[in-house]
């Protein structure tokens, strides 16, 4: 951060660089390899006697002089002007490092210039021996530019020990240094070979020019076996994360990897075509062709060598940014902006934000990103973002796509670098949520404690049900909502009553009733891109219907109802009514009738990193664009096709590889379950949010649409005091699959500072639906804490049955939510749809909205109750 910025925003820095390089290395391989040409021709020509050859090599030089020492000497000066205000920090490392090594590869350079000259200008004019030593001085030392040029170029990539000692030969001597001078010196004399072919299809003997593009042929194919054992070798020397980029993770490098193999076959058969049976009409072209695929190949090359550096300009010393490593920590404590000597902001406020942050998209972007420009243009690759999504995109920067660097500098100027790629450059300004606050009238049923006989119970078993109406491009979670029922005679002992009833549910009206202008089938089915039965839902269980004992034998239920939060007039609501009934199946008899919601919302906030809108009146849903980029990012970063699919009409349910992982079978267990792969993922993008992380993709915003947290705790804590923030979420999770072998887990975990323990190895592994946070936890022996620090979080439900929605009281009598209420909504809740609507049955029967049966156990009890009996201090 020492130097001034060049600031070229069209082109960014990597485009000169690659430009000039590019032409300039692929001239001065010719150069190596094009030298033992001269030679080894010119002894050939004395050997065989032939004046012709003689003649061929002498013009071949002046071509070859013209080329490597006129023009290549003027691009190598571009390089170093180039670098030089690109990557000044970089620039200064290597010659500060390897001064001497520059000093004698100078030396090299100005013997080849003068060998090179001499060797010219006295063609057929000196003694033949003598002037095939100076040819021969000439390439030598050509050669030993590359071997001093290739220890100081290999040191970029692979610095080996020298990061721990700063010795000059560790540095020079580096892993890739062999491999790299086998592989480019086998390059330099395939280049050679090229050169040839252009030079000698100009000759006008028919005979000769055959001979002499067959020899050039030669200089192609024999080094070609040697190049890719070199290249092998090459491969296997380079870092551990260089190479997983290049065979595994990066399908920018693979790509140019095929480009690259793709063009040494070409290279390879064209040569063979060439001294066989290319017609001589052809050769002419085919040999100017050569030479464009022979620059193609040097670049493919050049740019897979630059590519697997990422994100460093030297390996693990220097961002590609210009930022030391080793400067990291103090940036991120300090700012970007008060390290840099060459900014004007220091401080950032509310008025100068968007200028802080083009003074940091300098800083950190500049160089290698162009705004509007021909390579690696900022604007197509950040147009889907909003600021939220900017600066996740920001905060997982470097660790699981290593590929870029992680961000230098303090939260607010993240923040700050955001709005100004955002608001600056895309001009796009977010406009505010939506809340839709709506009060929903309904009709209370009634209840007499005199005269009714039954008391009847109803709740939801999540307390929110969301899921992705985005089934045309992928299933993440499909809509099924799960109800349970208990029936209850009223007495001084009350009874659990179980024979010769029959409970019934129906959703209220507007939502499943036929309507004359469209079927709520039919309007749901255009929302969430998902045919459904209109008798029976995606589960099999209609939306009307009777229920039925679960397994348990011990509670009425009906399963995973298609309940979606839409009505048949296209509005939106997130807690539809069910109506309850419970009958005598021999007189027919109602013997109670309640109302319960069935909480769901598409309320997933995919859109704020993956582009779009909502999909649905501007509040709910995931509309295609965000689905689409879904899609493709996971294509990209797993290997799949899934988008493909889509387009195909054939859309993926996530769950079809990341399982249950109460359902793992031998064949899927190296993949991680679907709640520790989406939480482990978005951990490494979300960090140091606290609930804000939660919010921005689950319905339970306090300034949402749904906001589904929505009970009595909602106004005390929230998610994290259970759950942990994100990050010890996914850490618990992810520790969970470590256990059962899936190495997968690590990389996620690799980045991931716990928030609520001082250490990841103080975190408890956990399965998700089945050890969870105990109310317990807090509520020992059933009172309430003593303190305010409430915190569930890390002490999990041993098994499922042990679950809040599953727990009984001690009588083994009722379930815990038959009183309290379902998850994320114990009563009292509060809900802008209307705070009746989650209260229904402590309102019903108690004229309270308190827990059922506080104060109270009239609803059930026909006496007075002075023992506790469903749990201790129940009736506290």
């Known amino acids: 951060m020492n130097y001034p910025v060049w600031e070229i925003y069209t082109f960014g820095g990597g485009f000169f660089i690659a430009f000039i390089a590019i032409v300039h290395v692929y001239v001065a391989h010719f150069a190596i390899g094009g030298g033992l040409f001269l030679v080894l021709t010119e002894m050939k020509g004395h050997r065989e006697?032939?004046?012709?050859?003689?003649?061929?090599?002498?013009?071949?030089?002046?071509?070859f002089l013209l080329l490597t020492l006129v023009f290549g000497s003027i691009t190598g000066v571009g390089i170093w002007f180039t670098i030089a205000l690109i990557s000044p920090a970089a620039t200064s490392s290597l010659i500060h490092t390897f001064v001497f090594g520059w000093a004698t590869e100078w030396v090299c350079f100005a013997v080849e210039i003068v060998a090179l000259f001499i060797y010219f200008y006295t063609f057929g004019k000196m003694d033949k021996k003598a002037h095939v030593k100076i040819g021969w001085l000439y390439f030598i030392f050509a050669w030993l530019s590359l071997f001093f040029i290739n220890g100081i170029i290999g040191f970029m990539l692979t610095p080996g020990k020298w990061i721990e000692t700063g010795n000059f030969w560790h540095g020079f001597f580096n892993p890739t240094f062999w491999p790299s001078l086998i592989f480019r010196t086998t390059l330099a004399l395939i280049f050679a070979g090229i050169f040839g072919f252009v030079t000698s299809t100009f000759l006008k003997d028919d005979s000769f020019r055959k001979t002499m593009v067959q020899?050039?042929?030669?200089?192609?194919?024999?080094?070609?076996?040697?190049?890719?054992?070199?290249?092998?070798?090459?491969?296997?020397?380079?870092?551990?994360?260089?190479?997983?980029?290049?065979?595994?993770?990066?399908?920018?490098?693979?790509?140019?990897?095929?480009?690259?193999?793709?063009v040494s076959s070409i290279l390879f058969i064209s040569a063979l075509f060439m001294a066989i049976r290319a017609?001589?009409?052809?050769?002419?072209?085919?040999?100017?062709?050569?030479?464009?695929?022979?620059?193609?190949?040097?670049?493919?090359?050049e740019w897979i060598r630059e590519a697997v550096r990422r994100p460093y300009l030297i390996y693990n010393v220097l961002y590609s940014n210009s930022i030391f490593k080793s400067d990291l920590k103090r940036i991120n404590e300090q700012g970007i902006l008060k390290t840099a000597k060459w900014v004007n902001i220091k401080e950032i406020n509310d008025n100068n934000a968007l200028d802080a942050g083009k003074d940091i998209f300098k800083l950190a972007c500049l160089s290698c990103h162009s705004v509007k420009g021909p390579m690696n243009d900022i604007m197509p690759l950040t147009k889907k973002f909003s600021v939220f999504g900017m600066e996740a995109t920001l905060d997982g920067m470097g660790k699981l796509n290593p590929y870029m660097p992680v961000f230098a500098g303090t939260r607010a100027e993240k923040s700050a670098l955001s709005r100004y790629i955002?608001?600056?450059?895309?001009?796009?300004?977010?406009?505010?949520?939506?809340?839709?606050?709506?009060?929903l009238e309904f009709q209370m049923p009634g209840f007499d404690d005199k005269t009714d006989q039954y008391v009847l119970l109803s709740w939801n078993s999540k307390g929110m049900h969301f899921f992705s109406d985005s089934d045309k491009s992928f299933s993440l979670i499909p809509p099924g909502n799960t109800l349970y029922a208990c029936l209850i005679k009223r007495g001084e002992i009350p009874e659990r009553v179980f024979d010769d009833i029959e409970i019934s549910y129906f959703i209220d009206k507007g939502f499943g009733q036929p309507s004359k202008q469209v079927s709520f089938w039919e309007f749901s089915q255009s929302l969430i891109g998902k045919k459904l039965d209109k008798d029976k839902g995606i589960s099999g269980n209609p939306l009307q219907g009777t229920m039925k004992l679960d397994e348990s034998g011990e509670i009425f239920s009906a399963d995973h109802l298609p309940v979606v939060p839409y009505s048949e007039e296209g509005s939106f609501n997130p807690y539809p009514l069910i109506t309850i009934e419970a009958k005598d199946k021999t007189t027919g008899q109602i013997l109670a009738r309640t109302k319960t919601v069935a909480?769901?919302?598409?309320?997933?906030?995919?859109?704020?990193?993956?582009?779009?809108?909502?999909?649905?009146?501007?509040?709910?849903?995931?509309?295609?664009?965000?689905?689409?980029?879904?899609?493709?990012?996971?294509?990209?970063?797993?290997?799949?096709?899934?988008?493909?699919?889509?387009?195909?009409?054939?859309?993926?349910?996530?769950?079809?590889?990341?399982?249950?992982?109460?359902?793992?079978?031998?064949?899927?267990?190296?993949?991680?379950?679907?709640?520790?792969?989406?939480?482990?993922?978005?951990?490494?993008?979300?960090?140091?949010r606290g609930a804000d992380a939660c919010y921005n993709c689950h319905p339970d915003s306090p300034n949402g649409t749904t906001r589904s947290f929505r009970g009595y705790h909602a106004g005390i804590f929230d998610c994290t005091a259970c759950h942990g923030a994100i990050e010890d979420h996914a850490l618990s999770l992810l520790k969970a699959e470590l256990g059962k072998n899936k190495k997968g887990a690590l990389r996620l975990m690799k980045h991931l500072k716990p928030q609520m323990a001082k250490t990841v190895d103080e975190i408890n592994p956990r399965i998700p639906w089945v050890n969870e946070p105990?109310?317990?936890?807090?509520?020992?022996?059933?009172?309430?804490?003593d303190n305010d620090d409430f915190s569930a979080f890390n002490q999990w439900t041993s098994v499922e049955k042990d679950l809040f929605r599953h727990r009984h009281d001690d009588m083994y009598a009722l379930r815990c939510t038959s009183c309290?209420?379902?998850?994320?909504?114990?009563?009292?809740?509060?809900?802008?749809?209307?705070?009746?609507?989650d209260n229904i049955q402590p309102m019903q029967y108690q004229k309270s909205n308190k827990t059922l049966g506080s104060n109270n156990c009239k609803p059930c009890h026909t006496v007075p109750m002075e023992d506790e009996a469903h749990h201790v201090n129940s009736l506290k």
């Open 279 to 301: 017609p001589e009409t052809a050769k002419k072209p085919i040999a100017f062709a050569l030479l464009f695929i022979g620059l193609l190949y040097m670049g493919s090359f």
């Open 820 to 837: 309290h209420g379902s998850p994320h909504a114990v009563y009292p809740a509060a809900s802008i749809f209307g705070n009746a609507r």
């Open 774 to 785: 105990d109310c317990l936890n807090c509520h020992i022996d059933f009172q309430l804490p």
């Open 49 to 63: 006697n032939s004046e012709q050859i003689l003649e061929y090599t002498r013009r071949h030089t002046k071509f």
């Open 599 to 688: 909480p769901a919302s598409t309320e997933m906030g995919c859109k704020n990193c993956h582009g779009g809108n909502w999909k649905v009146l501007g509040v709910t849903g995931i509309a295609q664009t965000a689905a689409s980029d879904i899609l493709s990012t996971h294509d990209k970063n797993s290997k799949t096709n899934l988008r493909r699919l889509a387009k195909k009409g054939l859309p993926v349910s996530c769950k079809s590889c990341h399982i249950d992982s109460t359902k793992e079978t031998a064949k899927d267990s190296g993949r991680l379950n679907l709640s520790a792969a989406v939480h482990g993922w978005h951990a490494n993008y979300l960090p140091d």
């Open 215 to 262: 020899y050039c042929a030669k200089w192609l194919l024999f080094p070609f076996l040697f190049m890719v054992i070199s290249a092998f070798w090459y491969l296997k020397s380079m870092p551990m994360g260089s190479e997983i980029m290049i065979v595994e993770r990066s399908h920018e490098i693979k790509s140019i990897v095929l480009i690259f193999i793709t």
């Open 422 to 439: 955002v608001e600056g450059l895309h001009k796009n300004h977010e406009s505010p949520h939506i809340a839709l606050k709506k009060s």
